[in-house]
């Protein structure tokens, strides 16, 4: 049972954005927090960004203040708008969901592949 649908990586250059999407099925969406995870080769997986079924959120001092998390809650749908992008960004990105901010680890997408490259 398909319970994320991710879509929005790509290729983009140094400086340009790219803003990923993940639906989820209603059961997830409507009572967890959402988040989204990356791992870069080598390394090991890194929360950038969550948000609480309230709409709180909080990011990684790595993209913080270049990226912004949103929900729609009427498409239960998450979001992550990443602007300003470095090459350091390059990495799968996982949408995923858990009871709060704390816990974001408890479903997992397939992951998207984002490449910052010129």
């Known amino acids: 049972q398909v319970q994320f649908v991710e879509s929005g990586g790509g290729l983009v250059q140094p400086g340009g954005s790219l803003r990923l999407s993940c639906a989820a099925s209603g059961s997830i969406f409507n009572n967890n927090a959402m988040g989204w995870y990356r791992r870069a080769p080598g390394k090991q997986y890194e929360l950038v960004a969550g948000?609480?079924?309230?709409?709180?959120?909080n990011y990684a001092d790595t993209v913080k203040g270049r990226s912004t998390i949103s929900r729609d809650n009427a498409k239960n749908t998450v979001y992550l708008q990443m602007n300003s992008l470095k090459p350091e960004d390059t990495a799968v990105y996982y949408c995923?969901?858990?009871?709060?901010?704390?816990?974001?680890?408890?479903?997992w997408g397939q992951g998207t592949q984002v490449t910052v490259s010129s």
């Open positions: 948000i609480s079924v309230g709409g709180r959120e």
């Open positions: 995923s969901a858990g009871p709060n901010l704390a816990t974001l680890n408890r479903y």
